[in-house]
């Protein structure tokens, strides 16, 4: 499959054909049902949207699959998918190139350009990230029509509800110490505000190609232009010291850290990063 562009809300930017797109062509077009086709009747159109992870983090990655099945006997004609996503998500990416923002925030519209024959299934995948100040739970919705009757439009709407975890408050700030030489070491506080406690702390460096030379109070994997800090559990209202020492090649560079944790959201990212100079 292939990827797709990136799109926010109301600009209506295509993206790279997805699935819906390969599943039609397969098959050859067909033509608008009438009386006397052959299998003339109703399509039985059903969609189902399904959500991950289950809990959902502030500021982490929230995934949202629609499955969508013509069970016929009919086909589809020109089906049109609608899924609504909560105002706590920004969809940052659809797979499907007849999917646009609809006319409200977090609404995104899939109309199909070909009759979708009995039997046939599809899907839509929207990424989107779930906002720092979101609580839950988030409510998303989809629902499926078509230009022919279904005589059962009870699986034609389907919703999801998903829970906000309180994620947690981390905070980085830096300070340079000493400088003997081209030698600088460099003082390091990773906060936690809460509410939870944090076991998967981190801290990125962005060295601007300083080299590490020595770490005390975590553990670090120097790289060519980067240095990755593991730190140990950080509780909430808790603080984490350590200090690095980097040598500075050429010009002195500006440097940047960041904080993080794997498994939990921040309800405050603006706070994530610190600055720094190594003169």
Request: charged share 20%.
């Amino acid at each position: 499959m292939v990827g797709g562009s990136l799109f926010r809300e109301h600009v209506a930017v295509r993206v790279v054909a997805g699935v819906i797109c390969l599943v039609l062509a397969t098959v050859p077009r067909a033509a608008s049902a009438s009386p006397d086709d052959e299998g003339w009747g109703g399509a039985d159109l059903s969609v189902r949207l399904t959500v991950s992870p289950k809990r959902a983090q502030p500021g982490q990655p929230l995934t949202y699959r629609a499955e969508v099945r013509n069970a016929g006997p009919g086909d589809a004609v020109l089906p049109l998918l609608t899924v609504r996503l909560p105002d706590g998500v920004e969809v940052i990416g659809v797979n499907v190139a007849e999917c646009l923002p609809g006319a409200t925030t977090g609404e995104v519209v899939c109309a199909a350009t070909k009759d979708v024959p009995a039997g046939q299934t599809g899907g839509v995948t929207i990424n989107g990230v779930v906002r720092p100040g979101a609580r839950g739970p988030l409510t998303a919705s989809a629902s499926l029509s078509s230009e022919v009757v279904d005589d059962d439009e009870t699986n034609n709407h389907s919703r999801t509800l998903t829970e906000v975890d309180d994620g947690t408050d981390l905070a980085v700030r830096l300070s340079r110490g000493a400088r003997a030489g081209r030698l600088v070491t460099v003082s390091a506080v990773v906060r936690n505000r809460g509410p939870r406690r944090v076991h998967d702390a981190g801290v990125f460096f962005d060295t601007g190609g300083a080299r590490l030379m020595s770490a005390r109070g975590a553990r670090c994997d120097p790289q060519p232009a980067y240095v990755g800090c593991r730190l140990r559990t950080v509780g909430a209202g808790r603080r984490v010291s350590f200090m690095l020492a980097f040598v500075a090649r050429g010009h002195a560079p500006r440097a940047e850290a960041t904080v993080y944790s794997l498994r939990l959201g921040d309800r405050r990212p603006a706070n994530n990063t610190a600055r720094f100079s190594l003169r």
